[in-house]
């Protein structure tokens, strides 16, 4: 249907309950999101106004430009301050670094913390160009954190106050 439409963004509001069956083959907005070729917000609180603490969360792939984008165009000017979530691993850790000393290994984890901090750097700075907006027409707040994105992710929401979370999917 929303591709017969034309529509640029698919919304659906989250159910209430989740039954046995939607505990083991997932809710209709989830089998949407999977399968949809759009974006697809999903809501699971009625807005109580502008957003005042608006947050993504991306990974340095194809879809982070998009989700960028998309951000941008679900916060309108004025912005508030948009904070960025970002979760990095080394690949393989518990596998090559089990000998590593501490201090090597957090070394290691600085290392990639700075190379996922630039490669967002670039990101946000080409999303800004795309939307026609001078760099310092947004105020980032950027934090790179070490874990799994599935627990970073979800322990930032749990300890902050934002209103509105942006994500893509790698689906």
């Known amino acids: 249907f929303a591709a017969a439409q034309a529509a640029e963004l698919i919304v659906m509001g989250r159910g209430s309950g989740r039954t046995w069956r939607d505990t083991f083959l997932g809710s209709t907005a989830e089998r949407v999101m999977r399968t949809a070729r759009l974006p697809v917000l999903a809501v699971r609180l009625a807005p109580r106004g502008p957003y ?7 990974d340095l792939d194809e879809a982070a430009p998009r989700v960028v984008d998309w951000l941008l165009r679900l916060v309108p000017p004025p912005r508030p301050r948009l904070e960025v979530l ?11 670094y089990p000998s590593l000393p501490r201090e090597d290994l957090e070394e290691r984890r600085a290392e990639l913390r700075h190379d996922a901090s630039i490669q967002l750097a670039g990101i946000l700075t080409q999303a800004l160009a795309r939307a026609g907006l001078a760099p310092g027409e947004i105020r980032w707040k950027v934090h790179v954190r070490h874990g799994s994105a599935r627990t970073v992710i979800a322990k930032a929401v749990k300890q902050s106050q934002f209103d509105l979370l942006v994500l893509g999917t790698h689906g």
């Open 52 to 58: 005042h603490q608006p947050a993504m969360a991306i």
């Open 86 to 96: 970002h979760a990095f691993r080394a690949p393989f850790e518990n596998l090559l």
